[in-house]
């Protein structure tokens, strides 16, 4: 496989259950991202892992609990959402992180689509 | 804190036809300007991007051209083809944001057989 795998792709849940989105990139980067996006609205940055180390975290709420346990695998936990948190969660990977890098192209994955019921 | 003002939401253009999508963005100490392209179903992928050294840059059919006295930048897409629907992501790399993509609201554009 190459480039930013999601999975699942789509996932529907209760506001009780716990589950968790997972991402694998195959691109050797050292930066890895989580992003909101919800229609006709910018993305929004969740959370950034430099070197398996959170580096951001652009004050999401804690029902979302981010996971980095190598470079390649970022995780993103989720438990008592709401149904305002039914969105596409993108993750994405860079080189370095944008605040190192100046080149600073972005490799998303194809995204899971959560629906919270 | 930066802001990035996308226009307009849906453009829709004759295939052949020339595209233009304007942004404009809030902080001047801005220095990086990428598009992204998101096809349906799929994540975003980089097409074009320009530094704020440069005032213009071309690949093939895509353009971006970067005004940083008014703080705007476009992409001009000429000789659309089907190809080219798509939603369209401006974002501005901003120090403001500790050096993040601060990103428009997209633009879906529509190319008309």
């Known amino acids: 496989e190459t480039g930013v795998t999601q999975t699942p792709r789509h996932l529907v849940m209760g506001m009780t259950n716990k589950k968790s989105l997972k991402c694998e990139q195959h691109?050797?980067?050292?930066?890895m991202y989580w992003y909101k996006q919800s229609a006709k609205k910018p993305l929004e940055l969740m959370f950034v892992?430099?070197?398996?180390?959170?580096?951001e975290n652009n004050s999401v709420p804690s029902r979302f609990s981010p996971e980095c346990p190598n470079s390649s695998h970022l995780f993103l936990h989720l438990h008592t959402l709401q149904p305002e948190d039914s969105a596409l969660y993108l993750c994405?990977?860079?080189?370095?992180?944008?605040?190192?890098?100046?080149?600073?192209?972005?490799?998303f994955g194809e995204g899971s689509r959560l629906t919270v019921l | 804190g930066e802001n990035v003002e996308q226009h307009p939401s849906t453009l829709s253009v004759q295939e052949g036809d020339s595209a233009v999508i304007k942004c404009t963005y809030s902080?001047?100490?801005?220095?990086?300007f990428p598009w992204y392209k998101q096809e349906l179903g799929k994540g975003p992928q980089l097409i074009i991007d320009?530094?704020?050294n440069v005032g213009e840059k071309k690949d093939q059919r895509i353009a971006v051209t970067l005004n940083k006295t008014a703080k705007h930048f476009s992409l001009h897409i000429t000789e659309t083809q089907p190809e080219d629907s798509a939603v369209y992501f401006c974002?501005?790399?901003?120090?403001?944001?500790?050096?993040?993509?601060?990103w428009g609201a997209g633009t879906k554009l529509i190319i008309k057989p």
């Open positions: 320009i530094r704020s």
């Open positions: 902080d001047s100490a801005s220095n990086y």
């Open positions: 994405a990977s860079s080189q370095d992180r944008l605040a190192v890098t100046n080149t600073g192209e972005l490799f």
């Open positions: 691109l050797g980067h050292n930066a």
């Open positions: 974002a501005a790399r901003s120090m403001d944001s500790n050096y993040q993509l601060i």
């Open positions: 892992y430099s070197l398996e180390e959170r580096v």
